[in-house]
């Protein structure tokens, strides 16, 4: 089984690419929006960000939907913090790939702009990016630009997807 999670702030494209990916790759896609509490949907839909508290529960449901899946499996999931990406991989008995889809700031408020009837507003998206740590040496994963084009961006993670599942 392979695990691999596509990370970032808001409007990265995680659901997009992760669905993508998953068609292409022949693995499950989850989203991890799907995986939050009502209380934390409510909770960002006012305008609060989420806190360490808010989140761990949902990280941890996260890393366990990853560790019970049974095959090779997509979650698109913020994992904005080194501690974030330490509790999902606390639940799962293998290696855990993340793929930090990423571009500056500007890029992604104009596409949280155009996502309208998400509980994600856009004023939430300084808090993401103050929270962001970058991929450690020690993980494992990769960076993939998605101010490129979206074929781009779905080709360079369908090319890390392929060569981590030999």
């Known amino acids: 089984m392979r695990c691999y999670v596509l990370m970032g702030v808001s409007g990265c494209g995680k ?4 669905t993508a990916l998953s068609a292409i790759c ?3 896609f989850v989203d ?3 995986l939050h509490p009502r209380e934390n949907i409510a909770k960002m839909t006012s305008g609060a960000p989420l806190d360490d508290n808010d989140r761990a529960p949902w990280l941890a449901d996260v890393g366990r ?6 095959g090779p499996i997509v979650i698109g999931c913020s994992a904005l913090k080194v501690k974030y990406r330490d509790l999902i991989r606390a639940q799962v008995p293998e290696p855990v790939h993340f793929l930090h889809l990423d571009a500056p700031r500007d890029v992604l408020a104009r596409r949280v702009a155009l996502r ?4 994600m507003p856009t004023q939430l ?14 993980e494992w994963g990769g960076e993939i630009d998605i101010s490129r084009p979206y074929g781009d ?9 392929r060569e981590t599942m030999i």
Do not use: I
């Open 65 to 70: 939907c990853l560790a019970n899946h049974g």
């Open 116 to 119: 309208p009837g998400h509980f």
């Open 26 to 28: 022949q693995m499950d």
């Open 32 to 34: 991890g929006d799907d």
């Open 153 to 161: 961006v779905v080709a360079q993670s369908e090319n890390y997807v």
């Open 15 to 18: 659901s997009s690419v992760g």
């Open 125 to 138: 998206l300084d808090s993401q990016f103050d929270a962001l740590e970058r991929l450690q040496d020690d």
